[in-house]
Every structure is written in structure tokens, then in C-alpha cells.
T-cell receptor, first 115, second 116 residues
Framework: AQTVTQSQPEMSVQEAETVTLSCTYD???????LFWYKQPPSRQMILVIR??????QNATENRFSVNFQKAAKSFSLKISDSQLGDTAMYFC????????????FGTGTSLTVIP | GAVVSQHPSWVICKSGTSVKIECRSL??????MFWYRQFPKQSLMLMAT?????????EQGVEKDKFLINHASLTLSTLTVTSAHPEDSSFYIC????????????FGQGTRLTVV
């Protein structure tokens, strides 16, 4: 199994501010996908953003963007203009399309947006 | 986005009985589905990969005889927890892959299993 590490168990941010969640991973593969998923209290997993490893350009989705550093095996998520609805668990995930498409998740970061 | 429906959302069963959880892709065909287990305030742990028409592939440490997986059609995978014990109580989540490269995974809403 791949190793995905999220070193921040809990974080908080003031509403409208910016916060960055960290993620590192370990792989010898060159082609893979990285994801950030959000899990609100409902427990439904929601895709936030996806990055393909062969693309150098960092993915962005509205207020969400990533800083993908392939050589450093780092994949951080930046949330701009934080909203109360962003309060949730955030999981970083790794997927290798060459070995069965399994997703491997980090331990998660609990983010609280403070009004 | 695509919809994956998991049923039931919660179930309580007696120790020693079996319980079946269904995972359906409602608007796309999924040759591959995955089953995860999530303990409170912890991450999703991959249990097994379910491929339509073939035997499931289990992760190391997962008892295949205890967690039976069947993927009989392109839209349905089932997880049966056999001879359930209280330690099997957990939150079980399925996901289904859409697309040839598997880069789109859609998750069910999860099933909370409580064994009493």
C-alpha cells in the first residue's frame, strides 16, 4: 500500500481567511493521481480537487487550489476565503492507475472555520 | 456528479449473524468498486477491490471469509459481514470508479454497522 501522510490532525481558520493543509506521499511511480476529499459530518465523501502527476500545472477549483511538488512528493491544499461550510475532515488520497486504481488515504485533517 | 447509493445507511445486528451491505452505481457502469472501513475520527482503510465478474482482491490483514464481496453486475457490489462480532462495528464505505482510467471515484454515503 502507498503511504500518504497528513501531519496536521486539526486546524482552524477564521472565516474569509486562507488556510493550507499539508500532505506528503511516498511512491516510486511516475504516473499517478492525487486527490483531496472533504468529509463533512454527514460522512459523505466529496471530491474537492484532483491532480494528475504528469501535469505540472497546479489544479484549481474556485476557492480551492493545490501546490503540487512532484520531486518533494508534496501535495498541499489551499482554501481561500474560508466559509463556514468548509468545516469538515479533509483527506488527501493517492491513486495509481497502473496497479488497480486503488485509493489510499491519509489520516485526515479536521478543519474548523471560525465565524 | 455521478451517484453511488449505499444501503442500508445504518444497521444493527446481533452477534453471530450476517449482514449484507449493497453498493449501487445509479447512473453509470462500474467495473471496479472498492470497500473501505472507517473507525471514528480515523481515515478510510481500503478493505478490498471488487471487480465485476471476478473474485475480489483483499488488502493484507482483511479476512476474506469474514467479509464476502460479490460484484455480480456492473452496477452492484455487495459486502457481507459474516458471523458478525462487536469488533466488526464500524462505518463501511464503498466507492465506484467511472471511466477507463479510474480517475473519477464516487462514494456511497456509508453504512454504520453496530453489532450487539
Amino acid at each position: 500500500a502507498q503511504t500518504v501522510t497528513q501531519s496536521q490532525p486539526e486546524m482552524s481558520v477564521q472565516e474569509a481567511e486562507t488556510v493550507t493543509l499539508s500532505c506528503t506521499y511516498d511512491t516510486s511511480e511516475n504516473n499517478y493521481y492525487l486527490f483531496w476529499y472533504k468529509q463533512p459530518p454527514s460522512r459523505q465523501m466529496i471530491l474537492v480537487i484532483r491532480q494528475e502527476a504528469y501535469k505540472q500545472q497546479n489544479a484549481t477549483e474556485n476557492r480551492f487550489s493545490v501546490n503540487f511538488q512532484k520531486a518533494a512528493k508534496s501535495f498541499s491544499l489551499k482554501i481561500s476565503d474560508s466559509q463556514l461550510g468548509d468545516t469538515a475532515m479533509y483527506f488527501c488520497a493517492f491513486m495509481n492507475p497502473n496497479t488497480g486504481n486503488q485509493f489510499y488515504f491519509g489520516t485526515g485533517t479536521s478543519l474548523t472555520v471560525i465565524p | 456528479g455521478a451517484v453511488v447509493s449505499q444501503h442500508p445507511s445504518w444497521v444493527i445486528c446481533k452477534s453471530g449473524t450476517s449482514v449484507k451491505i449493497e453498493c449501487r452505481s445509479l447512473d453509470f457502469q462500474a467495473t471496479t468498486m472498492f470497500w473501505y472501513r472507517q473507525f471514528p475520527k480515523q481515515s478510510l482503510m481500503l478493505m478490498a477491490t471488487s471487480n465485476e465478474g471476478s473474485k475480489a482482491t483483499y488488502e493484507q490483514g482483511v479476512e476474506k471469509d469474514k467479509f464476502l464481496i460479490n460484484h455480480a453486475s456492473l452496477t452492484l457490489s455487495t459486502l457481507t459481514v459474516t458471523s458478525a462480532h462487536p469488533e466488526d462495528s464500524s462505518f463501511y464505505i464503498c466507492s465506484a470508479l467511472r471511466g477507463p482510467h479510474g480517475a473519477e471515484a464516487f462514494f456511497g454515503q456509508g453504512t454504520r454497522l453496530t453489532v450487539v
